[in-house]
């Protein structure tokens, strides 16, 4: 019997005898069993329900949803309205396009983030320097040019930059990765911005034009800089990087790492008329005028013509009266740097001297015409 599986204690205080204890037991311990289940089917039943279920279950519906949104080209997922926009990227479509520049994009947001650059608006002002920013991840980005953080390292080169944009940018030049080149010298690009720019070089158009003195430029940039000098509290960069070896300075560290080059040998360009290496293509461009004898920069004044640019400008002082470079010893001026570093020489008797009479002179060119004086036939 069933009763004989409990103590006669407890049956007393259950309240059961001998005689219909086992029916009412056995009906006491069937209900309970019927009490038990029903309350772990209910729990289950609460868990099948429960926030966290509905929302995996959604998350489900979602992931089956996004089944039919797969691009046939990458087979990305994405959903319906994404997906739209995601396969403009393949297909070249840009159906928004810019009022101002006409420059194209793949959706109305793309658009909106590109109209900030026509906006003559700054709203967020650097605290160290006042420069301004249209953007606060510009501002934020400029801000590391004051703490020096340059996170994203080459590590092909070990040139190292703020914005892992481009750096990613930089190593498809090692790689020589470009989406697009110039039909004329093959020169890669990665916007169609920098191939219409650069084709500007060759055709000579200069579409950015100053809207206060008219100066038009080739690139964008170069006018933002120009713009920068009709501020009446504009201030030239300081050229705080100086070269090791003959102390001239730049306000780049790229300018001054090209410059370097040029005393160093590490020359990448050779003039192929007459051998003569130089540190970039630029100055190669410069260069090879001197045999060609084009001089494309000319005086609006006087109308000579320069090779260069830098020539130029240093020409026009003789029509301002600028004299930007001062003797700190005798307060002499002087239109150009390299005139002022042989004037200094005067100071300390020259650094040219004669083998013969041993006199010092500030320049090869001076001794050079002296030592025609001990040789006539020199």
């Known amino acids: 019997m069933i009763l004989d599986l409990f103590p006669e204690d407890v049956l007393r205080i259950w309240g059961i005898d001998s005689g219909t204890g086992e029916f009412i037991l056995i009906s006491l311990l069937s209900r309970s069993a019927e009490n038990a289940n029903s309350d772990s089917v209910g729990k289950k039943k609460r868990r099948l329900t429960s926030p966290k279920r509905e929302n995996h279950t959604k998350k489900e519906r979602n992931s089956q949803g996004k089944s039919c949104n797969k691009c046939e080209f990458c087979g ?3 959903t319906r309205c994404k997906m739209l926009i995601h396969r403009r990227i393949h297909t070249g479509e840009r159906p928004f396009a ?4 006409g420059e194209a994009f793949v959706s109305k947001g793309a658009l909106t983030v590109h109209m900030v650059i026509h906006s003559e608006k700054r709203p967020f002002p650097c605290d160290i320097c006042n420069r301004r920013f249209k953007r606060a991840f510009e501002l934020k980005d400029h801000k590391k040019i004051h703490t020096g953080e340059k996170n994203h390292v080459c590590d092909i080169c070990g040139y190292s930059c703020i914005q892992r944009t481009n750096l990613v940018n ?9 989406k697009l080149r110039c039909e004329i010298c093959e020169k890669g690009f990665y916007t169609n ?29 170069r006018l933002t800089v120009h713009k920068k000098k009709h501020d009446p509290d504009y201030k030239p960069p300081e050229k705080t990087h100086q070269c090791e070896i003959c102390n001239k300075t730049y306000s780049r560290k790229q300018v001054l790492m090209s410059h370097v080059k040029s005393h160093t040998g590490e020359s990448q360009c050779t003039c192929t008329i007459c051998g ?4 970039s293509k630029d100055y190669l461009k410069i ?16 109308g000579k013509a320069f090779i260069s640019k830098k020539y130029l400008k240093i020409h026009q002082r ?3 009266g600028e004299r930007p470079y001062s003797c700190e010893q005798c307060g002499k001026s002087f239109t150009q ?15 040219y001297a004669c083998d013969v009479c041993n006199k010092g002179f500030v320049s090869r060119s001076v001794l050079v015409t002296h030592q025609k004086i001990h040789n006539p036939g020199f």
């Open 76 to 78: 990305k997922i994405f």
């Open 98 to 101: 810019c009022s101002v520049c």
């Open 170 to 178: 930089h190593r498809k030049r090692h790689l020589n990765e470009y």
């Open 193 to 221: 911005t920098e191939l219409q720019e650069h084709k500007n070089g060759h055709t000579g158009e200069k579409p950015f034009q100053c809207d206060i003195c008219g100066l038009a430029y080739r690139y964008r940039y």
């Open 276 to 279: 003569k290496a130089v540190s």
């Open 287 to 302: 260069h090879v005028r001197t045999h060609t004898g084009e001089k494309p920069n000319v005086c609006d004044v006087c």
């Open 318 to 320: 003789t029509h301002t």
């Open 337 to 351: 740097q390299s005139s002022l570093i042989v004037h200094r020489r005067s100071h300390t008797h020259g650094q």
